[in-house]
């Protein structure tokens, strides 16, 4: 028997596993920010260091943003490699938030105990949940079941510019026979999940120039273009009457969803009321005519995730604004190529602005959605081994999110991806008062556990 | 000879007058933001000693906002009111400012000094012409020539609140026989203007409420609705393809340009190429078939004064804003009626909102179009006496800004008033770098002296 000492483990050891998780909660490792570069630095310090003392060859490497941490347990059987970021999003607006977010706290709610604060589902709790189960694994037999590399980065919430240029550079030394991703959910709180399609992201920056100062609204209002009312134009135009992207060429590569999908789909009877009440809304927004699960895990979206003009303090200020600006990202689903989109969206948007405005660009990322092969062995394995933890079996689902990870890990190491992770729809990672669920933790670090031992057994 | 002597004195004294304006200047009162409410109360104190050292019998008067300046001098002849506001706009963007906004510098410019800091022109600069007129007329023949009231407020640049309920209060002490407002412009460098009509004022501010927290745009994006695209779409539908204003009922009131005006203002041939030139524009955006003119003086106008939903800080993040918000004004003429245009406007709006989102309203300020009588002698008499001071003969203009108060000195104190200011098109007011030419503040105080001469010579 290697499995149930090790579970007991886990049950015994779990305030201990509690208290190294808020430690590293500690860390506000925001890593767009660059007023957090310093505690992104720390926080790939206090991993390295972890995982040192669990026996793993573990180091910080540099790389041009924040460092990557890798670390090796060279043990008998197959080789996996897990993957987890342990930077975190921004915390604005703060006075949303009732606790400190980089204060973590455990609560008793009518759920159960949930841990709180900024990064415990989205990644750093998901991400321990597996350093804890070779830790516990380790604890009672001395050994690891199998060779493991973890492989965590710090700019995932920033577009992981540094990712792909590292894994280049160091493809030998990260390829393994199977890629672990724990930053994903359960599909409800008794039903574990492996997510086997995952939508793409394009992140687009637009800034609008109307006049070349403010201008005062009474002096030169009706005879001066205002420029919030182009960018209102522009972002009006993007959808149609029945939801649809007006984009040019936007669905090449939509695939519609196959028979056999449907009908699972349809089987896990998603609650689409229930999703949306949660939030405090009742009418699906997508495509008419499209299920609500299509809506988020496999048909493709554009979304306003900030849009900024004029004054926008208290009070009131008549101002005619020289800039209006729009942060925009597009979930991309099949083949959809996100730069034939980048470009025919920077056209049709310069097609709109009048001759006497401009309109400036930034990017922010463009990663094609990703579709996993399920045929190795360890997707069977790991099924079996979440179906054994949890209440339900586990269910092949798709994922509206964007983790562009598992297609590198295909494209430049050739390695098969399983993602499995434990959060759940009300944790509000990205936003005030995030959460992670006690049980997601511990059933997490006890399904990783299992397995494990699926994999090696 | 009444006259000369006191022009002497002005030319004279010029330093000794800009220094007091620094001073003034120096003092941030920002009316909108309540950080500033000390520094309101010390302008208004400043303005009290001053005035006193003129002369005057002058009293800081407390109101529920910002307090009034009231001050007499009992002299012989007509009675004139003169108004003006102490108050200033707030400053942001702060980095656009190429100095500190609140330590005033005078600055050589290709197009002659000018005195650079916040309410140079708006209105600290055009005020204190008045205040020194009076001074070097005192100073020169021991007297005041007429006797004069001063009117300042200290919430002009947020909406006014206390301005109405204080002059009901204080009917008999304000009336007098003609009021006098200096807070518009010039028309042009050598052609002084009376501003005989002005365009009234709407401000609304709508906060539309999606989701009832701010979301993951990957686990949520499709299925729910984004209030940024509610909002744009809000403010997309405001103007149709002709640039007119599609809220129903919104044209009524709006008069047709007499035949007379329309020749008056074609003889000053505009030059609407230069003017939005200077602004680096082009195309004159109002309403199809309207002259340049008639798009700032005389059509009524819908603009975006600011405008902010979901995450706006630097870098990017995927969220799904809660809320999406935006500060509205129109801009009012004729007997256009703000109240009916505020409830047209909302119930467009909420038609609009899908039923499982939501709005909420806030007011900022609604007052209607104003219609200057030009019978009262004082008109010929200051034409007349701007004509002799400056280049050209004064024209009677329209002005695109709102300047209620004339409205409410006719309504509730039943007084004329003429509108005379010394202003430029590029002064920047509203914006950063805000400045008043010397040449302004100088004429602008010979031009009183002359009108003072003339309404009792």
């Known amino acids: 028997m290697t499995l149930d000492p090790v579970l007991a483990r886990v049950d015994e050891n779990l305030d201990e596993a509690l208290d190294r998780l808020l430690a590293l909660l500690r860390i506000p490792s925001i890593s767009t920010d660059p007023a957090y570069k310093g505690d992104c630095d720390k926080a790939a310090d206090w991993l390295v260091a ?39 999003q921004p915390v604005d607006p703060l006075n949303l938030w009732d606790n400190d977010p980089f204060d973590p706290q455990i ?26 189960a070779c830790r516990a694994w380790k604890a009672v037999h001395g050994t690891l079941p199998c060779k493991i590399t973890m492989f965590f980065e710090g700019e995932e919430e920033s577009g992981s510019p540094s990712l792909t240029p590292f894994m280049e550079e160091n493809r030998d030394e990260l390829t393994a026979d199977i890629a672990l991703i724990c930053d994903t959910g359960l599909y409800d709180e008794k039903t574990p999940s492996i997510v086997t399609q995952l939508r793409g992201l394009l992140g687009e920056e637009l800034t609008i120039t109307g006049p070349d100062k403010d201008l005062h609204s009474g002096m030169y209002g009706g005879l001066a273009m205002n420029p919030a009312r182009v960018l209102a134009k522009v972002i009006a135009a993007l959808h149609d009457d029945t939801g649809r992207i007006t984009i040019p060429d ?38 008419e005519g499209r299920r609500p699960l299509e809506m988020i895990w496999s048909r493709p979206t554009c979304e306003v995730n900030g849009m900024t003009s004029g004054y926008t303090g208290d009070g009131f200020k008549t101002v ?123 059933k997490g670090i006890r399904s990783w556990v299992r397995i494990l031992d699926g994999m090696t057994g």
């Open 250 to 287: 936007f669905y090449e590569g939509v695939p519609e969803l196959s028979n056999e999908l449907a009908a699972a789909w349809d089987d896990l009877r998603f609650d689409e009321k229930a999703f949306l009440g949660e939030v405090g809304l009742s009418i699906p927004a997508g495509e």
């Open 320 to 442: 005619l604004p020289s800039k209006a600006s729009a942060k925009i990202s597009f979930r991309l689903v099949g083949t959809q190529d996100p730069h034939a989109i980048r470009e025919n969206f920077r056209k049709m948007v310069e097609d709109m602005i009048p001759a006497d405005c401009s309109v400036a660009w930034a990017e922010h990322g463009a990663s094609p959605a990703g579709q996993m092969t399920t045929t190795h062995p360890a997707f069977d394995q790991a099924r079996q081994a979440l179906s054994d933890e949890w209440p339900n079996a586990a269910a092949y689902v798709g994922c509206g999110g964007s983790i562009p990870i598992a297609g590198y890990f295909k494209d430049i190491l050739d390695m098969d991806a399983m993602l499995i992770g434990f959060g759940k729809d009300d944790d509000q990672i990205h936003s005030p008062n995030e959460k992670y669920d006690l049980s997601s933790f511990h």
């Open 107 to 132: 609560e008793e709610t009518p759920a159960g105990k949930v841990i709180r604060g900024r990064g415990s589902s989205d990644d750093k709790g998901q991400l321990m949940t597996f350093v804890e």
């Open 50 to 88: 972890d995982l040192q003392s669990i026996g793993f060859d573990a180091s910080k490497r540099p790389t041009p943003g924040h460092p990557m941490v890798v670390a090796h347990y060279d043990g008998e059987g197959p080789h996996v490699l897990f993957y987890g970021h342990y930077d975190v």
